[in-house]
């Protein structure tokens, strides 16, 4: 399964964006999906994740603000970034499981992909 995510831009505070994630290859075998992200000198930490079903989790940080989706007809997972502020500057990471949400909120991924940047002005 090939990860390739787009949309990272750089946006004012306040501001909202929505970034994309492209799955090929092998998309039958893929249960959960989610962001990560990774700002400069911190560790990854996760944003949110979505399940075939629907079921979603989103971090603390980021509930009530992103929302995350999924287009399961085209293999397409989206964050929706609203009220962006500069503590969400980071890359941002695609990731999936073949098994359920619970896994890949512990951090078990199958698959990664490369990352796209998004940069808060303040």
């Known amino acids: 399964v090939q990860l390739v995510e787009s949309g990272g831009d750089t946006v004012q505070a306040g501001g909202s964006l929505r970034i994309s994630c492209s799955a090929a290859?092998?998309?039958?075998?893929?249960?959960?999906m989610g962001w990560y992200r990774r700002a400069p000198g911190k560790e990854r930490e996760l944003v949110a994740v979505?399940?075939?079903?629907?079921?979603?989790y989103h971090a603390d940080s980021v509930k009530g603000r992103f929302t995350i989706s999924r287009y399961n007809g085209r293999n397409i997972l989206y964050l929706q970034m609203n009220n962006l502020k500069s503590e969400d500057t980071a890359t941002y990471i695609c990731?999936?499981?073949?098994?359920?949400?619970?896994?890949?909120?512990?951090?078990?991924?199958?698959?990664w992909g490369r990352g796209t940047v998004v940069t808060v002005a303040a």
């Open positions: 990731a999936a499981s073949k098994q359920d949400i619970q896994t890949l909120i512990s951090g078990g991924v199958d698959y």
């Open positions: 979505i399940n075939e079903a629907g079921e979603t």
């Open positions: 290859g092998s998309i039958f075998s893929v249960n959960a």
